[in-house]
């Protein structure tokens, strides 16, 4: 005879499954190494577990002495957002006594749950959450507003323990990544990463098929504004193009490498040769039309580009891919710059 299920048991089952949904919430935040991305998984996998009330997650910033308000969940949504909060306007005499968690007065910064400096004790309460990485090294903070409608319990509280020591190292960990593969000047990812990157797009297209497309930009006359003005302008004039291209492309989806000098490669996976096109075209006009800070009125920017697109059908090596793009970009260049050229010829 089959026995009954016990309190024991029933307790057990729980267990088990909490235990399999933190580990794949865990999983989830340590398998990327996008910063942009890992914020916002953080977010959804704390919104989660705090039973839906309204979080929000803020970096530190030793250099300014201050929090930045990355990511809010409210409303079942993660946002993203933008707000410095001073150490100073946090009732914390230095960033040391928010190691550890702690209760505090709730105050609001628009949606923004934020601990407040209230020496009293309302049922509205801020529970402010560690991020804290390697060598006790804090890297930022997790807020929750306790409204005193939804409690959370012991068990929350250690999965959330759990899953904020968790973002805590993946977010050192994509700081590293990022230091090693991206650009200082320009903040986009060095050559060496466009290249382990094609390889992976290109193995991806054999096995699921869809379309993969790369675009190969050059700044037009870019050796007239280090002449003139200097190769101190010029950086300025590179970072300030890059971004203009991380504000024109897809957070998280394309990438953007700086191949060398001045010239920029962007992956587009999962689009065809017209999407990219159109991308493509999108960014030269942007480009032309902006007026760059760092250059005098009479200087503007303009970009030529070569672009060329795989799918399953037209595999490609990532030499093959490459070399069309580049092909291209000769052409736009020949045809007197402020172009976009993609394979075979088309404009």
Known sequence: ????????????????????VLTYAARLMASVTDREILLSNGMECIGDFCRGLLSAILTWDEDRGSFMVERLFADKQVLAVKLEVPLADL???DSSVL??????????EGRIPLPGTS??????????????????????????????????TLQDMQDLRVLTTVLAVTLENAL??????CDGLTGTYVRRYFEIRMNEELSRLKRKGNAFSI?????????????????????????EL?????????QGVDVICRYGGDEFIVLMPDTDLEAALTAGERIRERCSSTSFESLPGDLGV?????????????????????????????????????RIVAWPGKE
């Open 1 to 20: 005879m089959k026995r009954p299920m016990s309190l024991v048991d029933d307790l057990h089952a729980i267990s088990e499954e909490n235990l399999i």
């Open 91 to 93: 009732p914390a005499a």
């Open 99 to 108: 190691t550890r968690a702690k209760l505090f007065a709730l105050r609001f």
């Open 119 to 152: 020496e009293d004790a309302p049922p509205d309460r801020c529970l402010c959450l560690p991020l804290v990485a390697a060598g006790n090294r804090l890297v930022g903070i997790c807020t929750i507003a306790l409204n005193g409608e939804k409690e959370l």
């Open 176 to 181: 590293l990544f990022r230091q090693a593969l």
């Open 215 to 239: 675009l190969f930009l050059d700044i037009d006359g870019f050796k007239t504004v280090n002449d003139r003005l200097g190769h101190q302008v010029g950086d300025r004039v590179l970072a």
């Open 242 to 250: 890059a971004q203009l291209l991380k504000s024109e492309m897809r």
């Open 302 to 338: 303009t970009l030529s580009g070569g672009l060329a697109s795989a799918d399953a059908h037209h595999a490609l090596s990532p030499d093959e891919l490459f070399n069309r793009a580049d092909a291209m970009l000769y052409r736009a260049k020949e045809g007197g710059g402020n």
